[in-house]
């Protein structure tokens, strides 16, 4: 459907980045609709201007699941993960990017609050800085376990997966020892 000379309504887009099928406004994903990426990726569910935003499923080709909120095409608080057939936890997950400081023991004590809310397993609390020692402590003392991701641990965790990185092969040249004998 159009309107206006642009996709809006209900439809299909086919594109070397996958196949969409569901809501368009003004030429962008937008309402319920369904993605499938070339590597057989797939998520079901609610999508704002081109970007996954609400509740939805993601699934991974290996039967990997998570059921949960995004904001901005990340995973934003609740959600439930199924790691296999057998197993299904529920977790929370909260990010938070600082450009300096750090997370204290009160973001983990109320972030522990919203893990009790919701009844979930375990939570995980990202951050693009670093965690005081007592946030530290106050994560692992108590059920329940919340997993600390800190900057220098997300960035490994990306090198690690490959996540949203390109590996670039660097070449190096070096003189040889002809150039440093005197004539």
């Given at each position: 459907?159009?309107?206006?000379?642009?996709?809006?309504?209900n439809?299909?887009?086919?594109?070397?980045?996958?196949?969409?099928?569901?809501?368009?406004?003004?030429?962008?994903?937008?309402?319920?609709?369904?993605?499938?990426?070339?590597?057989?990726?797939?998520?079901?569910?609610?999508?704002?201007?081109?970007?996954?935003?609400?509740?939805?499923?993601?699934?991974?080709?290996?039967?990997?699941?998570?059921?949960?909120?995004?904001?901005?095409?990340?995973?934003d608080?609740?959600?439930?993960?199924?790691?296999?057939?057998?197993?299904?936890?529920?977790?929370?997950?909260?990010?938070?990017?600082?450009?300096?400081?750090?997370?204290?023991?009160?973001?983990?004590?109320k972030?522990?609050?919203?893990?009790?809310?919701?009844?979930?397993?375990?939570?995980?609390?990202?951050?693009?800085t670093?965690?005081?020692?007592?946030a530290?402590?106050?994560?692992?003392?108590v059920?329940?376990?919340?997993?600390?991701?800190?900057?220098?641990?997300?960035?490994?965790?990306?090198?690690k997966?490959?996540?949203?990185?390109?590996?670039?092969?660097?070449?190096?040249?070096?003189?040889?020892?002809?150039?440093?004998?005197?004539?």
């Amino acid at each position: 459907e159009f309107k206006n000379g642009l996709k809006s309504g209900n439809g299909k887009l086919t594109s070397s980045d996958g196949i969409y099928i569901g809501g368009f406004l003004n030429n962008q994903l937008h309402g319920k609709g369904y993605y499938i990426w070339p590597d057989k990726r797939e998520y079901k569910g609610d999508w704002k201007h081109n970007k996954i935003e609400g509740e939805g499923s993601f699934k991974w080709p290996d039967g990997r699941k998570y059921t949960g909120h995004y904001k901005n095409d990340k995973k934003d608080g609740y959600g439930i993960f199924e790691s296999d057939e057998f197993r299904t936890n529920k977790v929370v997950i909260q990010c938070k990017r600082y450009t300096e400081g750090h997370i204290g023991e009160p973001e983990i004590d109320k972030f522990r609050g919203v893990i009790s809310k919701f009844t979930a397993d375990y939570g995980i609390f990202i951050t693009t800085t670093h965690f005081s020692e007592r946030a530290k402590i106050g994560a692992s003392q108590v059920n329940p376990t919340i997993t600390l991701i800190d900057g220098q641990r997300l960035i490994d965790l990306i090198i690690k997966y490959g996540l949203g990185v390109k590996e670039t092969p660097v070449t190096y040249y070096s003189i040889g020892e002809y150039y440093n004998e005197k004539d």
